[in-house]
């Protein structure tokens, strides 16, 4: 559904304070404790940085997943999360349980292009996603996207819709 029927929803991503708040009709509805980039504040392609300003979720992936499923690619693998899982693949940057894949609305500061390069937050992969709850919250250490619990994820993703409007603030 490209459509946000839920125009009075959006979503506001605090970096300094490490949350995610759903705000209906301009009312904070709930305020999630969230992991944003342990490389800080930028929109360049491999900075590995969390980008500011105005998005929207373009895309919602797995809702049909079990939580803690593991995506690569946005695909999901098939594998649930585990301590084991996680001590054989130590590197990996764990997507689980649902994906909510932004796009940047500014032009030059989070779309497209600018004279740096690459800015735009959909070629870039930011997602808003699970992450293993073994993962600390409230501590950027993801690699530019914005990490949340899976339970977290879970009920973050029954509520809102592709369309719906995520801001993203330093502080």
């Known amino acids: 559904m490209k459509n946000n ?3 009075n929803m959006q979503l506001v991503i605090n970096i300094a304070e490490q949350t995610l708040t759903v705000y209906q009709q301009q009312n904070e ?4 404790s969230v992991s944003t ?3 800080g504040i930028g929109s360049q392609q491999d900075s590995g940085c969390t980008p500011l300003g105005q998005h929207i979720i373009a895309e919602k992936i797995g809702g049909s997943a079990p939580i803690n499923a593991v995506f690569v690619g946005r695909v999901p693998t098939g594998e649930q999360y585990s301590a084991e899982l996680g001590t054989l693949y130590p590197e990996r940057d764990w997507i689980l349980s649902r994906i909510l894949w932004l796009s940047g609305l500014e032009e030059g500061i989070n779309k497209g292009s600018n004279s740096q390069g690459g800015c735009d937050t959909y070629q870039r992969y ?3 996603h699970g992450t ?3 993962e600390p919250m409230g501590l950027p250490l993801s690699h530019g996207c914005v990490r949340m619990r899976n339970k977290d994820i879970l009920e973050l993703f029954e509520q809102v819709d592709e369309g719906t409007l995520v801001t993203i603030v330093a502080g």
């Open 5 to 7: 029927e839920n125009h």
């Open 29 to 32: 509805v709930h305020t999630y």
């Open 37 to 39: 980039a342990k490389n």
């Open 126 to 128: 930011i997602y808003i």
């Open 132 to 134: 293993p709850d073994t």
